[in-house]
């Protein structure tokens, strides 16, 4: 019986039992629709098992929208239960839980998978190339996210969800104060997740490199493949050492070392460097591909070249190379000395410099441009206020003498919100209307699009405005409640408003999809938004093969130049044309993983012998394996492509 209490939920609710249920439910749903429909055979070989990086980007979207549900259920009920004074909605351990789960699900496994997305599906056609450097290991790292998010998500209906915030500080998160098996799957879902992250910026940035078309050089690459490509570095250089840090972790809880306790040699402010370390260049991660996505739409529905490309690629790198500077801000007030939060002040203050750079390149691209409000756009001009509010505010919470007052209050969630909401997923937003129709073969609709965006928008302001009066007024974050006689009653219920209105707005995203599956015209040409870049130069929907032949670029914008200037991007005759094979093997790889996880998050020492053991033959039997490929003969191309010019 001992055994099995482990498994239980410390602290039961009718909500989690709920979820339960609707996870029950869920599953046999999916189950009797994939053997009533007869899909099983579909959903392997064209999913499960696909190496094509357009696919692979397609599943990190859909994964990535579904943790942002996910995490937007915990946001409306944090949102609720602070309402009103007093309210005992959640009790003190389920609302820690849920604001640790919020953060991390929101950024791990939807910011994270939201970016790569564009990423896997985007780069290869920017660059012109076939497919990604290593096709099998880009479906294992989307395996090793996607089974590393599924076992973080499990924890809440199984034993327990972590407790301990999302940063996870020690000794709060040690055996000590978190008791359950929560911060165990903390540590080994992200640390799963955080491997495949890992194996993709080493992809990326192999791709980059090596894989250019004809032509492209660095200096003419389109500016989201740049802000990948620098974010990617970032990636290869930081996650190792958060991948260390988890490791530590993992020993503390489950082995008993002292890396990071308060006694026997350990330090506790080990983790928070660690973690920052690699947290603060994480936000640069996600709100440089950002910005390379506001770069491609601005130009796009501004009818012009983006103004200031050299300064653009300039400050994405200083902004890369700043971010590694500046992790101690996060502990002004910990006692770290004068002269530490001096350099970490002004470093933290030079990163406005480049950043302002990049919105004035924004601004001066749509200048006397012909600009087309269409919902990308929208969600382009509207981030730039935004963001600038999230920026200034960064500013001030950048003074280390005033950080004293701003430190863990409500003022720096808005703030934080105030740049990742606008900044990244806005973006990821505009990006996925903007690239809707190349991935699906018809358009999002415009006119439920515009309803969207003002509704997140107004929703937004409503929702964390108000935290910046309230935390100046000293409301510290992380409380559950709170007394009437405080007065934050009033400007908390506005935020749970502000919250129920975003709510509305991402429903009707679904709402947009569901109208336009089933009422969109399919008759779109493979340019439907007039573009600028290399993706749009092939057909919709894409071929296996990306482009039927090499494309010979000579400038920074090849499809815009060989429309209007004749200037030919294809020359070259058709070629047989080599492509990986689908393997089950990555599925697999992920699945194991997921084993190994879950058998560590219980100390289940024999299943994590036999899961060890599995990897490591599944490993060998890839060394072993004889895959060489397959080729796409001239004559399959040539049917194919009078196929695609025929449906364009």
């Given at each position: 019986m001992e055994f099995f209490e482990r498994f239980a939920v410390p602290h039961p609710s009718p909500a989690i039992y709920a979820s339960m249920v609707a996870i029950g439910l869920t599953v046999i749903a999916i189950i009797a629709g994939l053997t009533y429909f007869k899909k099983w055979g579909y959903l392997w070989r064209e999913w499960l098992t696909t190496s094509d990086h357009k696919r692979i980007g397609i599943m990190y979207m859909l994964a990535a929208l579904l943790m942002l549900f996910r995490g937007g259920v915990d946001a409306i009920m944090m949102r609720a239960q602070l309402s009103a004074p007093e309210n005992q909605l959640l009790d003190a351990q389920h609302y820690n839980e849920i604001f640790t789960t919020h953060g991390v699900v929101m950024i791990f496994f939807m910011a994270m998978p939201f970016i790569f997305a564009f990423m896997n599906y985007l780069i290869p056609l920017q660059i012109g190339a076939r497919d990604v450097a290593f096709p099998r290991l880009?479906?294992?790292?989307?395996?090793?996210?996607?089974?590393?998010a599924m076992l973080f998500n499990i924890s809440f209906v199984i034993g327990g969800s972590p407790d301990a915030g999302w940063t996870s500080y020690?000794?709060?998160?040690?055996?000590?104060?978190s008791t359950s098996v929560g911060t165990n799957y903390y540590m080994l879902a992200i640390q799963i997740s955080g491997l495949g992250s890992l194996m993709t910026g080493i992809n990326m940035v192999t791709t980059i490199i090596k894989m250019r078309a004809p032509g492209m050089t660095l200096m003419r690459m389109p500016m989201f493949t740049w802000t990948s490509f620098v974010a990617n570095l970032i990636i290869v250089t930081v996650f190792p050492i958060f991948a260390i840090a988890l490791g530590m972790g993992t020993?503390?809880?489950?082995?008993?070392?002292?890396?990071?306790?308060?006694?026997?040699?350990?330090m506790d402010m080990l983790w928070a460097n660690l973690f920052w370390i690699w947290g603060h260049p994480e936000v640069y991660i996600l709100i440089l591909p950002a910005f390379g996505i506001y770069s491609e739409i601005i130009q796009t529905f501004s009818g012009r070249n983006l103004y200031g490309y050299k300064s653009m690629v300039g400050s994405v790198v200083v902004i890369s190379v700043l971010s590694l500077l500046v992790w101690a801000h996060h502990f002004f007030t910990m006692g770290q000395g004068a002269l530490a939060n001096s350099f970490f002040s002004i470093t933290t203050m030079a990163i406005a410099v480049p950043t302002g750079v990049k919105i004035?390149?924004?601004?001066?691209?749509?200048w006397k441009g012909k600009i087309r409000f269409t919902v990308p756009m929208l969600y382009s001009v509207g981030f730039i206020p935004l963001f600038t509010i999230g920026g200034v505010t960064g500013v001030?919470?950048?003074?280390?003498?005033?950080?004293?007052?701003?430190?863990?209050?409500?003022f720096l969630v808005a703030h934080f919100h105030n740049t990742i909401i606008p900044g990244v997923v806005y973006a990821m937003l505009a990006a996925f209307t903007y690239y809707w129709p190349k991935m699906f073969g018809f358009m999002l609709n415009e006119r439920i699009g515009k309803w969207t965006f003002w509704l997140l928008s107004i929703g937004f302001v409503l929702a964390f405005f108000p935290m910046y009066i309230t935390g100046l007024d000293g409301q510290a974050r992380r409380m559950?409640?709170?007394?009437?006689?405080?007065?934050?009653?009033?400007?908390?219920?506005?935020?749970?408003?502000?919250?129920?209105?975003?709510?509305?707005?991402?429903?009707?995203?679904?709402?947009?999809v569901y109208y336009s599956i089933r009422y969109s015209p399919r008759n779109i040409s493979a340019d439907p938004w007039d573009a600028r870049t290399l993706e749009w130069a092939t057909h919709t929907p894409v071929p296996e093969y990306n482009f039927a032949v090499d494309p010979q670029?000579?400038?920074?914008?090849?499809?815009?130049?060989?429309?209007?200037?004749?200037?030919?991007?294809?020359?070259?005759?058709?070629?047989e044309i080599h492509m990986p094979n689908n393997s089950g093997m990555p599925f697999i790889f992920g699945a194991i993983f997921f084993v190994w996880g879950f058998s560590f998050v219980f100390?289940?020492?024999?299943?994590?012998?036999?899961?060890?053991?599995?990897?490591?033959?599944?490993?060998?039997?890839?060394?072993?394996?004889?895959?060489?490929?397959?080729h796409i003969t001239v004559k399959e191309i040539e049917e194919t492509e009078t196929k695609l010019r025929g449906a364009n």
């Open positions: 880009n479906a294992i790292s989307f395996w090793l996210f996607f089974f590393g020690f000794p709060l998160a040690g055996t000590d104060f020993m503390d809880r489950l082995f008993g070392t002292n890396f990071f306790t308060s006694t026997n040699g350990g004035f390149n924004w601004l001066l691209t749509m001030m919470l950048a003074m280390s003498a005033a950080d004293y007052q701003y430190h863990n209050t409500m559950y409640t709170y007394s009437e006689a405080t007065g934050f009653g009033p400007l908390n219920m506005l935020s749970f408003i502000g919250a129920g209105i975003m709510a509305i707005g991402f429903a009707l995203i679904v709402y947009n670029v000579a400038s920074r914008q090849p499809f815009w130049d060989a429309k209007k200037k004749g200037h030919d991007l294809f020359p070259d005759e058709y070629k100390a289940i020492w024999p299943l994590v012998i036999i899961s060890t053991i599995a990897f490591f033959a599944v490993m060998a039997f890839r060394s072993f394996e004889k895959d060489d490929g397959r």
